[in-house]
Structures are given as structure tokens and as C-alpha cells.
């Protein structure tokens, strides 16, 4: 809930007061750096630092590297707090692996979404002063009669609505029990998806379905299958504009074609390490944008952008290495002839698949803090278990080989030791 963070804005929405001061920012921070410090805690007590580390050396990485950015930060107090808690959740989440199998917390995200979207879409129905965008709002009045549910803007509660109807449609364990509960949730997930009206998670959503019926059958999960595809999705790129056209948004992506070339503009300026980690676009890229362009232009409206104005092609290499390397073992997973948890994998390949299409046009997808980003990082975490990599054939086999050596050859040395003379010349050594 302070990853979210979720329920505050019921407490204080920006959007609507136009207020940017949030008195209760400062216990979500504090709920975070308590979970940090339960989890290091919890790892040092059990001497289980290193193996905790282990689990997500591949991202440690980049959290590390939002760590230093502080020397090169322009507000020293924003970076330390925010690459602090990535840091801090990295780690967290290999502590918190060590402890659940990756379906007990797939189920516990699963009930977490059903209940965010229940609460939502209750809101933008009965109680719509608080549950959708209105004239009266001081910000964002172009969004007028747009379900946020218990959110400040409407794309907060689409990318939150969308990545619960691909889990919840896909993966909910219904029985004659909990089907009210189930089908409650996904309906609601569905209703805030379409009346939330963003465009970029109904994409997202409709890119989830698509990964899910790729992934779900290992005949699709082959490399030519899925080269196959891509051929096709670039063949019909050239449509692209009709296609946008019918989510009601123009070719520029409603102004973010101009965004993002001002934000590479100034990027380009410091291309290596970037400007620093959450500094840097709140204090130079924002101001700059807005001088640049217009009012609303206050990030780069594209999480690949955001992480290369952020950290530079250091972190952004940094930061594809780490979902390179997660992805690789959820793909193994998921065309491996007896995998141990295949539909879990396939559950967290396809929010890692969604995050990363609609990182495309908002920045919150890659965040850590805000708007369900840290599903991203659950997931890049959770692919890493050990409990969802098969074994590889090569080493079965291998293995039996030595045991069957091994017996082979302890075979004439256990028949010595209980023969009659064997035991004797035992008994003279």
C-alpha cells in the first residue's frame, strides 16, 4: 500500500484540490523504510543476508547505482530517500522469496487488485464526488465524468485496472465457493479499465491477453513462433495511426511525441549517468519541460525516457540487463517440458510483458513509488525464484551418470566387506 501509494490520495487529492503539498506523504515514506528495516532485519537474524542477495543479484545492480547517483544529484535529500527505499525494496523482495513460493504471493497480489478495483469501481459508482474526475476539480478538467476511483488521476486507476483484469481473468482459483468474489473483481476490473478511459492501459490490457495466449501453450512459446509474430506486428505498424485513431487519441499520442523530444533534448546533455535518480526530474526536467512546452508536460510520459534522464545509458542498461535476465529464466520456464510452477511463471512473464508496453507512454509502469510500478519489480524478483527454474537436462542426466558410477564401483567393495573373507581380512587390516 506505500509503494502505491494506495488510499492516500482518498485522504488528499492533488488533482482536485490543486494542492501539491500532501500532509500524508511523510507515513507512507515511513511505512516504507519500516518494511526495509523488518526484512534486513528478519535476513540478518536468520543468516540469511547472502542468500537473500543472491535472489535478486541481477537488479541489485541498478539499485545500487540510484544509490550513488546521489553524488551528482541536485537535491541530495530526494535521491537518498527514493533510491534508498529501491534499494532497500530489492533486497526486501529476496528476503521476502526466501519465505513464500511464488503462487502464495501471486494469490496475495490477486486479492490486493480485487479489493483496489472493488473499492474503485464501488466509488465511481455510488459515491462519484470521490470516485470520478468532475468540472469542479482545479487540475485536469478535460477529464470530466472519467472513473479514478480511489485515485487522484484516471491513469492511476488504468494501470492498476488493467494488469488486475489480465491476473484476475487468467489466474484466479474460482470454485463454487469464492465465484461471487471472483467474478465481482473482474467485472469491476474491466468496468475501470473502459470508464477510467485511459488508452494506454486498455493497450496494456489487450498486450497482457496477447502475451497470456502466447505463453499459456508451450507450441507458442518457441522462438520462430514469437519471430513469426513480431514480423506481423511490424507489418501492421503501418496502420498504426487508424489504430490510434480509435482509441480517440491522434498521432502525437495527445502531445507526448513533443515531450519526449524535448526530455531527449535534455537529456542529451548528460547521456552517461543521466541527472540523477528522482532528483533530476523533479528539479530539472519538470521546470524544463513546462518552460519547453506546456503546463502538463511534468515528466517525460515515457518510462524508457525517464530511466535514461534519470541514471543515463549506464542505468538503462543496467535496468534492461535485470529484466533480460528474469525474462530469460521465465521464458525457460515456460518452454521447459516439466516445469515446477508453469502457470505462476506465466502470470509474472505477463505483467513484466505489460508494464514494459505501457511504459511506452507513461513513466509510473518502471517507477518504483506510484501508480503499481513496483508490480514490475515483484515480478522481475519473483521469476528469479528457484522454485520456478526446471532442471536442465543436461545436468539430470549428467547426475545419473556419476550415481550410477558412483554405485557401479562400491558394488565389488560391498560385496567384499560381506563375504566371509572379506570380513576376516576386514577384521586382520
Not at 507458442?220 to 482509441?247: D, K, M
Amino acid at each position: 500500500m506505500s509503494l502505491g501509494p494506495v488510499g492516500k490520495d482518498l485522504l488528499h487529492n492533488p488533482v482536485k484540490t490543486g494542492i501539491p503539498t500532501d500532509p500524508y506523504a511523510e507515513h507512507f515514506n515511513r511505512a516504507r523504510y519500516l518494511l526495509i528495516a523488518l526484512c534486513i532485519g528478519a535476513a540478518a537474524l536468520q543468516g540469511r543476508i547472502y542468500a537473500s542477495a543472491r535472489q535478486v543479484a541481477h537488479i541489485l545492480p541498478f539499485g545500487v547505482l540510484a544509490v550513488l547517483s546521489v553524488l551528482w544529484s541536485p537535491d541530495v535529500v530526494t535521491t537518498t530517500r527514493n533510491a534508498v527505499v529501491m534499494l532497500g525494496f530489492i533486497f526486501a523482495m529476496g528476503v521476502i522469496s526466501q519465505r513464500n513460493t511464488p503462487r502464495t504471493f501471486l494469490i496475495t497480489l490477486m486479492h490486493f487488485l480485487a479489493i483496489i478495483v472493488l473499492i474503485s469501481a464501488f466509488l465511481a459508482l455510488f459515491v462519484p464526488e470521490i470516485g470520478r474526475h468532475a468540472a469542479s476539480d482545479v487540475l485536469e478538467k478535460g477529464h470530466a465524468g472519467k472513473w479514478r476511483g480511489m485515485f487522484a488521476h484516471k491513469n492511476a486507476l488504468g494501470s492498476y485496472a488493467a494488469i488486475a483484469t489480465v491476473t484476475l481473468f487468467t489466474q484466479a482459483p474460482i470454485n463454487r465457493y469464492n465465484w461471487p468474489y471472483w467474478w465481482s473483481a473482474r467485472i469491476a476490473a474491466v468496468l475501470c479499465v473502459v470508464f477510467a478511459g485511459s488508452a494506454n492501459s486498455i493497450v496494456g490490457a489487450l498486450s497482457g491477453f496477447a502475451a497470456y495466449a502466447l505463453l499459456r501453450r508451450r507450441a507458442t512459446t518457441r522462438w520462430p513462433f514469437l519471430l513469426l509474430v513480431g514480423l506481423a506486428g511490424l507489418a501492421l505498424s503501418s496502420i498504426a495511426a487508424n489504430l490510434v485513431a480509435l482509441l480517440g487519441r491522434d498521432t502525437t499520442f495527445t502531445g507526448r511525441t513533443e515531450i519526449w523530444a524535448g526530455a531527449l533534448e535534455i537529456w542529451s546533455r548528460s547521456p552517461w549517468l543521466g541527472y540523477s535518480y528522482a532528483a533530476g526530474n523533479i528539479f530539472i526536467l519538470e521546470p524544463e519541460l513546462k518552460r519547453m512546452l506546456f503546463s502538463s508536460a511534468v515528466d517525460a510520459h515515457n518510462g524508457y525516457i525517464d530511466i535514461l534522464f534519470s541514471l543515463g545509458i549506464v542505468g538503462a542498461g543496467l535496468f534492461f540487463l535485470a529484466v533480460a535476465i528474469s525474462v530469460a529464466h521465465g521464458y525457460r520456464a515456460c518452454v521447459a517440458r516439466e516445469s515446477p510452477d508453469r502457470s505462476v511463471t506465466v502470470a509474472y512473464m505477463v505483467i513484466v510483458l505489460m508494464s514494459c508496453v505501457m511504459a511506452l507512454a507513461e513513466v509510473s509502469p518502471l517507477r518504483l513509488i506510484g501508480n503499481g510500478g513496483y508490480m514490475l519489480w515483484i515480478a522481475l524478483a519473483m521469476l528469479s525464484h528457484p522454485s520456478l527454474r526446471p532442471a536442465a537436462r543436461g545436468t539430470t542426466r549428467t547426475g545419473s551418470r556419476r550415481r550410477s558410477k558412483r554405485r557401479r564401483r562400491s558394488e565389488p567393495q560391498l560385496q567384499a566387506q560381506t563375504s566371509p573373507s572379506g570380513a576376516s581380512a576386514g577384521m586382520a587390516d
